[in-house]
Nanobody, 126 residues
Framework: QVELVESGGGLVQAGGSLRLSCAAS????????MGWFRQAPGKAREFVAA????????YYADFVKDRFTFSRDNAENTVYLQMNSLKPEDTAVYYC???????????????????WGQGTQVTVSS
C-alpha cells in the first residue's frame, strides 16, 4: 500500500510558475513508475507526465512539453512537477499516481495506475 499526498497548488497569474510535490509513505517510490494527471471541471482526467521507476526518463503530454518538468527524489520519497509558463487552460486539480513497473515504461491511461493522491488545486488567472 502506498499513500500519496500532493501539495504546492495554488493561485497564480498566467505566465507564472508552481512546483507541485507528491510525497509517498508506506512503500518506496523506487518501486513504482509515477504519473501526474489533471482534471478540470466537467472534463475527464487527462495525462500530464510520467517518469520511470529508475528515473530520470520522462514522458510528457504534448500540451505541457517544454513547460513542465517531472522529477523524482527517491531519497526523499517524493516526486515533483515543476510548472512554468502557466496558462489559464492549465487550471485543474492535479493528481499524482503510482503504478508497478510492469508492462510499458510509460502509460498515459489512468486505469494503469494503482495508487492515487487526493489532488491539489491549480488555478491560473488570465
Amino acid at each position: 500500500q502506498v499513500e500519496l499526498v500532493e501539495s504546492g497548488g495554488g493561485l497564480v497569474q498566467a505566465g507564472g510558475s508552481l512546483r507541485l510535490s507528491c510525497a509517498a509513505s508506506g512503500r518506496s517510490l523506487r518501486d513504482y513508475n509515477m504519473g501526474w494527471f489533471r482534471q478540470a471541471p466537467g472534463k475527464a482526467r487527462e495525462f500530464v507526465a510520467a517518469i520511470v521507476w529508475y528515473g530520470p526518463s520522462t514522458y510528457y503530454a504534448d500540451f505541457v512539453k517544454d513547460r513542465f518538468t517531472f522529477s523524482r527524489d527517491n531519497a526523499e520519497n517524493t516526486v515533483y512537477l515543476q510548472m512554468n509558463s502557466l496558462k489559464p487552460e492549465d487550471t485543474a486539480v492535479y493528481y499524482c499516481a503510482a503504478r508497478p513497473p510492469v508492462g510499458p515504461e510509460y502509460s498515459d491511461y489512468p486505469g494503469d495506475y494503482r495508487y492515487w493522491g487526493q489532488g491539489t488545486q491549480v488555478t491560473v488567472s488570465s
